[in-house]
């Protein structure tokens, strides 16, 4: 079978990731005009919430259920107490304070469960691989992909659906105008930032049995997230799926062929875009 | 005003589209040096788009701009400043942190061109820009708030200074834009003399809400409507025009 | 504006941590560690500080004026003022070009651009093995003699030579800064940082200016990666990482954007502290975290800013009256 069609369901996978970890940060810019640098500490910690749920009862799909909410809670609580006292603050200070959380979620982490990463079984039901005629590939790889594209579709259809999704895609137009129909944007702040710690902890745990849990894996992650907001267009929730499954199979077909060279394209990439085309790739001109 | 003073400042077929929306749709003029040229109008009637291609702020869509007999309308908004445009902006724009005469002689030290440059000397060498700030300070009447940080004067005093960085370097032509937005009564009265005696100077373009300050101080008003000129000519003869009223007042029905 | 030391003082007491570091500091090595990485976070603090401009690229100019100062004294025999020459320029190009496109965009598309940047170059010196180690860096790097007229000033073997070198060099840039910031030029960047929709309306080419003040702050990064180089006699591929800019944005604002003095403070304190801090407890960097959190949140004029608030306090209670309160906004805005 072809190694590209292998590293395109690869790079699938991961850009299923990358767009879990994007969409967050990306509303989260395009509503607040906030950069979240402790986004990719999000991720780190659903990882290791995921890690110690399986390490205290054996179960993965537990953890799939107890650590994206407790991060959903963790991004509640750092929005509400933290850093929703800087919306009014020059950038540089949003820019120092989540800096500033990343470290303390980062080196607490290792504080718990030390600074050598960990590895997460992958669960027993989707261990093994999946043959097709003479496709064969890893099971819980293609249970990433369907999840997540499960989840994509709920998300979109309460985005488009509900009135919080009305209210959330008004927002990333204009928060004044969302602000004169009378509706608490404070709340759907806090409740932005909690939707977005969730899907960053779930990114994270769903990757813990691919690719373990590293105390390190945070800054990487948050500067991919980055690449995707941009490229997809800041605030733009069909920009991130597409700019992260791009990135993704990029990366994942360039791999075996030179995979430095897809890291400098990437972020070539990412600067053409701010320079020519700030609104993203899939952004209204 | 001398009738006969040469035009400073021209505008001649400007046109401003916005996708389909025509916000200026052809309007010409000639600002006469030493005179003050009051744009007026209901809202929505083209002011601040035409205030905004005369500074160079919009490109305009057709049109040319002409300031002292030069063809400016492809010039970027500092280059106007530099060849003798003045501006003040509507909603109150200083340099906050800065004082009074710092902010002046920021403002002076623009004009000094390559030497605003300079890495090494300290700012005081550039003594021509320190000495039009003082002039500035003095002129205004703000030498009592010299030292004060912009951000810490009244807004009365604000809207002064506001007009006090269009001057400080020496223009030619000044661009005012509703100086006195949200002043009180007394300071309006400042404000109206002050531009009264910067026209017996300089060319002014005067956009304001304030009909009797029009009314009173200009030489020449342009009203302005739906993206066109409606009636231009003296004050007397454009508060008798029956179509200002009804530009005013909307049709009659 | 009311400062808390007037320009001279600010020297003078530059000076004299220059000469106190090496005696109080447990080592000349950490006393040298101190004042390179000073001199970084003045070419920061300049851009921040004085432009309003937050740039993630300094570990660009950081790294590539470690790498050129390097490849001149590994493949050539000329001296280590070469050495240093080479580090001037390629960082002035190299910042030229990232500054030159950065510039375009403001605010936040500003710092996401110099981000981009930043990465960029990084995966560029990883990718590129053979000119600069990859991810072993440059190994075994020669500190010749400092030689002027054939007459050696300095061998550079025992370590405070190494501590005048750098320390000299602090001192000169702190000097030329100081001059900087009180010039026509200087002047203008703080027009552009308080509100550069004004600095355009009065006739400055803003974009001009901001690209010279971004050159001039990565040749001063890129001097202190030269040291830095010199100093380790190493030039690892950390220190073109976004990491290593991370590191001097936060020494900058650590310290106190508003003065060049708030980055001696800023320098001195983060190096010392995470190298006293580290010995005893690997996990300092949670202290930092929330350090950080509290600067950002509470002491937006950093450490600086709070001695001045300190000061400002006891001078309240003493005889000399204060004409209207300092008003505590942070410096730069967006």
Redesign the interface.
Known sequence: MSLYLIQLINGLGIGMIYFMISVGLSIIFGTMNFVNFAHGAFYLLGAYLCYAVVAATGSFWLALAVAPPAMALTGWFAERYLLSRLYHAPHQYQILVTLGLALVIQEGVMLVWGAIGQNVATPVLLQGVVVFGSFVYPKYRLFVIGFTALLTFVLWLALERTRYGAILRAGTESTEMVALLGIDIFRMFSFTFALGAYLAGLAGGLTAPISGADPFMGPGALSVAFVVVVIGGIGSFSGALAGGLLIGVVQSEMSSLWSEGANIMIYVAMALVILVRPRGLLGRA | MTADAPAKLEASGLVKHFGAFRALKGVSFAVRDRSVHAFIGPNGAGKTTLFNCL?GTLRPSAGRVILSGRDITDL????R??IGM??S?QVT??????TVF??L???A????GI?????????E??GQ?AASAEAVLERLALHPYRDV?A??LSHGQQRILEVG??L??SPSVLLLDEPTAGMGVDDISIMKDLIAALGREHAIVLIEHNMNLVLDISDVVTVMHQGEILVEGPPDLVRRDERVKVAYLGSEG | MRRLLQPHVELAVSLAAVVVLPIVLPSIAMATEVVIFIIATLGCNLLIGYVGLMSFGQAIFFGVGAYACSLTLLHSHVGIGAGLLAAIAASAIVALFVGFLSTQKRGIYFVMLTFAFSQMFYFIAYAMAGLTGGDNGLLDIPRPPLVLFHVTLLSLTPPLEMYGLAAVVFVALFVFLQRVITSPFGSTLQAIRENEQRAIAVGYNTRNFKVIAFVLSGVVTGIAGALYALFLQFAPLGNIDVSMSERIIVMSILGGTGSLFGSVLGGTFYVVAGNMLSAIWPRWLLLLGLILMVVGCYLQGGLLGAAERLARRIGRRGPRAMTPAASNKPVGRP
Do not use: I
């Open positions: 500074t970027p908004p500092h280059r400043a530099r003045g501006r902006f724009n200083l340099f906050q942190n800065l710092e902010s002689r920021l403002a030290q623009a004009q000094a030497a605003a440059y300079d890495l090494v000397r300290p700012m060498r550039l820009a940080k951000g810490e960085l269009a400080a370097g």
